[in-house]
């Protein structure tokens, strides 16, 4: 079983809610039904699931009644399935697909103003965002993002144990120098991370074959089921923006500037034709957006830019396998070169970052002469993150020290830690402490 610290974001919310359900975000095939079966066999005596794809009985329960009391949906699911219990205080109910039914996202607020069992619902954001839903319950809907596994999980899924980690995040925090041989090996382990990635079918193929060649296999499958899902949910007028958009992400990567760019989509490509579908994509959980800022001083949402922005992938494997599978092994190898190369890490740190959560912003001067990929807030000041795929000069992250005065500014390269006055030089994988 792949570890998972989603585990412990379910179980903060068990001890900690009150008359609240949880809703659990994401895209496709990011493990969210697996964690949340392995929760229930951990902390309930009593499990009941039901699916709307799998069994749109179901929905009779929600849809064929104006009832969506407590009461009046539970005896109606048993009608449909007479296995169905429910005990007081001991039951998890899970409503998986629950975009399949936008009356079962209405009866959350019930079944939360009841407390008598824990309920978490699921669903792809595809479906969440763009299926009518008669009543949102505000104040009784817990809603929580989930990703494909991060770096650090999939050091796990290597045997790399937390105290290990402990070690090398040692190495972070004092700043010091990481000793050759584990920070090659763990360069090594960060560049398979970027052909593999965390999507969970794909880690475990990997883990139980060494095969690059079926990563690759699965990877294809996972973004053609991307864009089936794209022709199912989006509107017939988006659905060619939407498709186009996501598939021009890795030319977008690809240049020497990173911004994302309508007249790489379609040529003469303008935001008015296409800006939905980028919302649509970044509702659906596949792009995050980074926004520039005119000013990289706090607060950083004072001085955003809506117009200008990056966008990446977000599961780092997707992104190489869009490419073509040519792309890992230049990734593996380390001899991958030009503007690609760039993109490829910064979606590599976008991605570190947020699967913890953090907005993605970045810093480029409006003559172009100065760029910082990144953009991080801490004790209401900003602190610039420059990434590196290789380990040459910083000259933008210098001359913004030097007039913007940070408390310190980081670089991130594939070399070791280091430290020159403000500025601290990390190899790449530590992101994974920031």
Known sequence: MLQRKFINTLLEWKHAKHRECLLVKGARQIGKTYIIREFAKANYSNFIEINFLRDVRFKDAFEQTPDLSFASIFSRLTLIDSRIRFVPNQTLLFIDEIQECGSARTALKFIAEEDRIDCIASGSMLGIAYKKTASIPVGYERQIEMFSLDFEEYLWAKGYDSPQLSILRGFFDKKE?????????????????????????????????????????????????????????????????????????????????????????????????????????????????????????????????????????????????????????????????????????????????????????????????????????????????????????????????????????????????GVSDKKITYPLYMAMFL
């Open 177 to 417: 120098k990481v000793p050759t041989a584990v920070n090659d090996t763990m360069l090594r382990l960060l560049r398979e991370y970027m052909a593999v990635g965390g999507m969970p079918y794909v880690v475990q193929t990997y883990i139980d074959t060494n095969s690059y060649a079926l990563v690759f296999e699965e990877q294809s499958k996972i973004i053609s089921s991307y864009l089936d899902d794209i022709a199912k949910y989006a509107s017939e007028s988006e659905k060619p923006k939407a498709r186009n958009c996501y598939l021009s992400i890795p030319r977008q990567l690809a240049k020497e500037t990173t911004k994302f760019q309508y007249s790489v989509v379609e040529k003469g490509g303008t935001s008015r034709k296409f800006d939905n579908s980028l919302d649509w994509l970044n509702d659906a959980g596949l792009i995050k957006f980074c926004k520039n800022v005119s000013l990289p001083i706090f607060p950083l949402k004072a001085y955003t830019k809506d117009d200008q922005f990056k966008v990446y992938l977000s599961d780092m494997g997707l992104l190489t396998a869009m490419y073509d599978f040519d792309m890992k092994a230049a990734v593996i190898n380390n001899t991958l070169i030009g503007p690609a190369k760039g993109g490829i890490y910064e979606n590599l740190i976008a991605d570190m970052l947020f699967k913890k959560n953090r907005p993605l912003n970045y810093y480029k001067n409006d003559n172009n002469t100065q760029e910082i990929e990144f953009l991080l807030t801490e004790n209401a000041a900003v602190i610039p993150i420059e990434v590196k795929s290789g380990n040459g000069s910083t000259i933008s992250l210098n001359e913004i020290t030097a007039k913007f005065n940070p408390p310190y500014a980081l670089k991130f390269v594939t070399g070791n830690v």
